[in-house]
T-cell receptor, first 114, second 115 residues
């Protein structure tokens, strides 16, 4: 089944404890992206990747890191999480990089930073 | 700066009626893409419809159509014959502006279909 898989789905952790949210897609998609969703703010893009080893900042990259060493994986790293990073996170991918490409989304990861 | 505005935080519609969800955007680019996504209460994000900035015809996908008015910078979603399963949050999004492949989303409209 074609899908974008995020892990974990839920995580409660404490301030300053490094964490990684994994994202993997099995569709050989070129473009991958991370978003955070907060009430009243919609989805905001954190980082995106146009291909292996090619990443760029979205609108809210502060406090996050990403890497794209393989085409299928695009992990989101929070080196020193803070409470303001408590949010619902989505990973998404699209077949190609381009303004006409719809995104396929994972099921989301709910992070709580205490 | 590029921006998507959805001015309707919430809307109600009677089952079987049509409803229009508003979306306006701001960009100085000529080439961009516009999208609508649906987020049911279960949380997943579902792609509904796409409109390219150079497309002359309005996009349609089943009961969904996109009313694209380029000069007014609006890309409203029209849902015909509303069903109870259409109750969800709807997001308008834009991509491809400023020579980048960023995605920008609006704040969403929560639609409730009444039986």
């Amino acid at each position: 089944e074609a899908q974008v898989t995020q892990n974990p789905r839920y995580l409660i952790t404490v301030t300053g404890k490094k964490l990684t949210v994994t994202c993997s897609q099995n569709m050989n998609h070129e473009y991958m992206s991370w978003y955070r969703q907060d009430p009243g703010l919609g989805l905001r893009q954190i980082y995106y990747s146009m291909n292996v080893e090619v990443t760029d900042k979205g609108d809210v990259p502060e406090g996050y890191k990403v890497s794209r060493k393989e085409k299928r994986n695009f992990p989101l790293i929070l080196e020193s999480p803070s409470p303001n990073q408590t949010s619902l996170y989505f990973c998404a991918s699209s077949l190609q990089t381009g303004s006409n490409q719809p995104q396929h989304f994972g099921d989301g990861t709910r992070l709580s930073i205490l | 700066a590029q921006k998507i505005t959805q001015t309707q935080p919430g809307m109600f519609v009677q089952e079987k009626e049509a409803v229009t969800l508003d979306c306006t955007y701001d960009t100085s680019d000529q080439s961009y893409g516009l999208f609508w996504y649906k987020q049911p209460s279960s949380g997943e994000m579902i792609f509904l419809i796409y409109q390219g900035s150079y497309d002359e015809q309005n996009a349609t996908e089943g009961r969904y159509s996109l009313n694209f008015q380029k000069a007014r910078k609006s890309a409203n979603l029209v849902i015909s014959a509303s069903q109870l399963g259409d109750s969800a949050m709807y997001f308008c999004a834009m991509s491809g502006t400023s020579g980048t492949y960023k995605y920008i989303f609006g704040t969403g409209t929560r639609l409730k279909v009444l039986a």
